[in-house]
């Protein structure tokens, strides 16, 4: 698998989701499996069929969790010393060029992408084409609908 780059907060997330998986879930479907085992013929129960596969995906998540937290590379951008280049981890305000609307992204590891909550995916071409780039320069983005221009307004490391 290798090194997977992760911020601080996508390590966190990761962290809640296995202890929760682990803590919770985990109980909870043993005592359902118990429950549906208790009605009976185990051949025609659709309930403990159900709560069987549902403990097969927890503990398949759990595996694919631990994984990833043990090859997680985490990287925290406010310990960088990258002198106001866009790096992984980087908050950056773009300016289109086209139709001057300025937006705010942050680049991420692909577990933590969210394009509601402006978080784009390192993988992503928008963040491909920024990272390196300083404020004041200008990048080029392949969209759908061609190519887009963006001015960088601003890097912030938060």
């Known amino acids: 698998m290798g090194t997977i780059p992760v911020t601080v907060l996508g390590a966190k997330m990761l962290r809640d989701e296995l202890h929760k998986l682990k803590t919770k879930d985990r109980y909870e479907i043993i005592q359902a499996i118990a429950e549906a085992r208790s009605h009976g013929d185990l051949s025609e129960n659709a309930e403990y069929e159900a709560a069987k596969e549902r403990q097969g995906f927890i503990e398949g998540r759990i595996a694919e969790l631990e994984a990833k937290l043990s090859s997680a590379q985490i990287i925290d951008p ?73 001015e960088v307004l601003e890097v912030l490391y938060v």
């Not at 086209?98 to 784009?120: F, H, P, S, T, W």
């Open 78 to 150: 406010t310990s960088l010393n990258v002198d106001g280049r866009i790096v992984f981890g980087a908050t950056v305000l773009l300016e289109d060029l086209d139709n001057g609307k300025q937006v705010r992204y942050q680049i991420v590891g692909n577990d933590e992408a969210d394009i509601k909550e402006l978080k784009v995916s390192i993988t992503s071409p928008i963040a491909r084409a920024m990272i390196g780039k300083y404020s004041g320069e200008v990048i080029e983005v392949e969209a759908p609908s061609g190519i887009r221009e963006y």
